[in-house]
């Protein structure tokens, strides 16, 4: 009864976000207006359609680090996950071993990846056996290896974050009073499923962001529409499979706590989405949780302090400010962490407090973009895939912040 009525509540929003466009007058100028009349899904699928043809043809060009030992590059980085977790227990998949050389492309995000590699490791052995056998792999590059995992890289797309951008979109635009122009639904799909950085990083290289941030996204949409619970199972989905994911944790917390602090029984609610986080890491770290030195472990393996506080190619506010202070040269390590943790949490700190105080849905929104450009600017050891982090609320307020997207701003001026 509880999914009936679910699904219900779902129709019935699509039906207004529907009935919303076709009180519209028609513009035979206008290039979306017959998808428009057919409704947001056929909307959505056109796009989609679209999407999926621009990831493939990506996947047809070049990778770094093709035939090139001794790493080989990001393709191997991925079939050498596949390769372990296909034929190794679960205990020594963190583990350092005679069968598990951890500096040569050894798992360093947490388990639900190395869940994922597993699954995919089982359909590209179905295929290509050669690709995820144990040593012999190394270096194995054969076409149908990397047309497969080119394959696992879209369906995971096509599963996870195509579905959860609809999700987002059905929910967001019920939060609209008016929908102004007749496009903005077309637009808006068009700039979260067409993000170049997406595309560029997760199928030109062989990545499963779209899984992250698939779950993330689908975890705003919740909280969006009030479903706090299923928001906190779905964003610690999304933290457990890649712990970048924390750069939109200050945002969930302060959020929902502002939430449990206006209701009725605030120490209920505070503790419903506690038993809900805990009991999501206790699923996903289950095989860990048999002994103190295996967790730690596996957490040893997702904090990259030894790389240093910033890499020379990601422009964050460390990289950018070396050339006026030599930060690895004057500061040890611990210093550096110190340093790189107050700078995070005292630029989010504005939005925390104001969500908490009074929590609402766009100003939530914005507290996620907030977060994740400060961690992306401050946080220690910020990889250059990071930037799709911020990019996701960025793209989720396009339509609230039109010049973030300067090509979308001079089509709605040709437009108009």
Known sequence: MKKKRDMDKVKKLEDKVNLEIDDGEGDDDDPWWWLMQKGIKALFLCVSIFALFVRAATGLHPYSGANTPPKFGDYEAQRHWMEITLNLPVKDWYRNSSVNDLSYWGLDYPPLTAYQSYIHGVFLKTFDPYSVELFTSRGYESYLGKLLMRWTVLSSDVLIFFPAVLYFVLVYRTMQSGLGGKSDVA???????????????????????????????????????QKDLEASVLYCLALNHKQISAYFAPAFFSYLLGKCLRSKNPLLEVSKLGLMVIGTFAIVWWPYLHSKDAAFGVLSRLAPFERGIYEDYVANFWCTSSVLVKWKKLYTTQLLRIFSLAATLLTCLPSMVQQVLAPSRKGFLYGLLNSSFSFYLFSYQVHEKSILLPLLPLSLLALEEPCSFLWWKMQRQQNT
């Open 187 to 225: 637009w808006h799909i068009a700039m979260i499923l067409l993000n170049p950085c997406l595309i560029l990083i997760d199928h030109g290289h062989f990545q499963y962001n779209c899984i992250s941030l698939g779950l993330t996204t689908a975890a705003i949409a919740a909280a969006l529409s």
